[in-house]
């Protein structure tokens, strides 16, 4: 039986390692991308050789209207990967309205209206599954990126809560949540920032994104067909 995943945010470092790894199992990839048109199409002309079905979606999930046009460019469907997203740094006290209203639609309203609407579609296809990717901070929070943790705490508590509700259809619904990782959300970090951080982590290094790719294929696959409803740490011993 064919398969067909919708990854979000497939230009970026985390969802690019994802598309790779669903590619070389055989997944048909439906690749969601804002900005970054030449990485998407550089993605696609590297996935050629594993001779799948590929379908580029543009859309700006800080909008209503991205979403639901994502939601319409779905014909067929056995897993989301929502990978989007961004992380504004500093204080709590200088965000503007505006940021706030744009990082509760990308990282929560878009997520619950993608997935109320592409339900009945997972729904029709048995152990179908869904991952959020979160973060560490959705777990414990941090300091100058209070914003980004409350969205990500978002996210594991509706994961927590869908999940029961859906169990029985045999769609399953599971978060990851990834430390300091190697993608361009760390673009605007020093490397002695990046040296101290490293410090801080008991294996002593940052993620690659594969890394994060591998648990979210596991997820997806039949060798997780017993969990839901759960947050997977992958920190380096960070957060635990």
């Known amino acids: 039986m064919e398969k067909y995943a919708l990854i979000t945010g497939a230009s970026g470092g985390i969802g690019a390692a994802t598309a ?3 590619a070389r199992e055989g997944w048909n990839l439906y690749l969601h991308y804002h900005r970054n048109e030449t990485n998407i199409l550089d ?5 050629k050789p594993f001779d799948i079905e590929l379908f580029p979606i543009c859309a700006d999930l800080s909008t209503e209207e991205g979403v639901h046009h994502v939601c319409n460019s779905i014909f067929h469907l056995n897993a989301i990967v929502y990978s989007s997203g961004m992380a504004p740094y500093g204080l709590f006290t200088d965000l503007s309205e505006q940021t706030i209203d744009d990082m509760l639609q990308l990282h929560v309203k878009s997520p619950l209206i993608m997935i109320q609407k592409l339900l ?3 729904m029709k296809n048995p152990d179908s599954s869904i991952v959020l990717i979160s973060s560490i901070w959705g777990q414990t929070g941090a300091a100058c ?3 980004y943790s409350t969205v990500k705490g978002a996210q594991i508590a509706f994961m927590k809560a869908i999940s029961k509700e859906i169990a029985r259809s045999g769609t399953r619904v599971n978060c990851v949540a990834p430390g300091a990782v190697k993608t361009n959300m760390l673009n605007g970090f020093s490397q002695e920032d990046l040296d101290v951080l490293e410090s801080e982590i008991p294996v002593g290094r940052l993620a690659e994104p594969e890394e ?9 696959s039949k060798k997780s067909s ?6 997977i740490g992958i920190n380096g011993g960070w957060y635990t």
């Open 20 to 22: 790779f790894m669903l």
């Open 43 to 47: 993605l696609m002309e590297k996935l």
């Open 120 to 122: 009945p579609q997972l």
């Open 145 to 147: 990126e209070v914003i």
């Open 212 to 220: 994060i790719a591998d648990v979210i294929s596991f997820l997806l």
């Open 226 to 231: 017993y969990i839901t409803g759960q947050v």
